[in-house]
């Protein structure tokens, strides 16, 4: 019972330590941590500009999701909810549509597979 409270105290610390350590590296870093700088990182050095920082590391967070053995509609909501988050601020409206007509013509197919069954 012991070990089982240790191991639970040291869950929220990693936990508490996550959580807190993501508003922290928020704030710029250039001077102290230049590695930390993700914007540098993704969008001047790897990518070249934001919208293809956003397709790559979309890419790249299927790549992992689908290797990883989760479901390829699973993966899917990931990614739309990620493209969603990115987004905000630029083309929402047109990202919107987009994920509202993909879920249209999948209920669509779900109801034609379901009045087929029956």
Known sequence: MMKQKNTN????LVLLLVLTLQPVMAYEVRS?????????LFVEY??????M???GLGLLLGLILI?????????TLFLSSYMLAM????GYPLISLIIL???FIFF????????EGA
Do not use: C, E, H, R
């Open 46 to 51: 790897v990518f070249g500009n934001f919208w």
């Open 53 to 55: 920082a956003v397709i």
């Open 87 to 90: 987004v905000l601020g630029y």
């Open 108 to 115: 669509i197919f779900q109801l034609w597979k379901w009045f």
């Open 9 to 12: 105290k040291l869950m929220s």
């Open 101 to 103: 007509g993909g879920s």
């Open 67 to 75: 290797m990883g053995g989760i479901s390829f509609i699973t993966a």
């Open 32 to 40: 102290a941590m230049p590695g930390l700088n993700l914007w540098d």
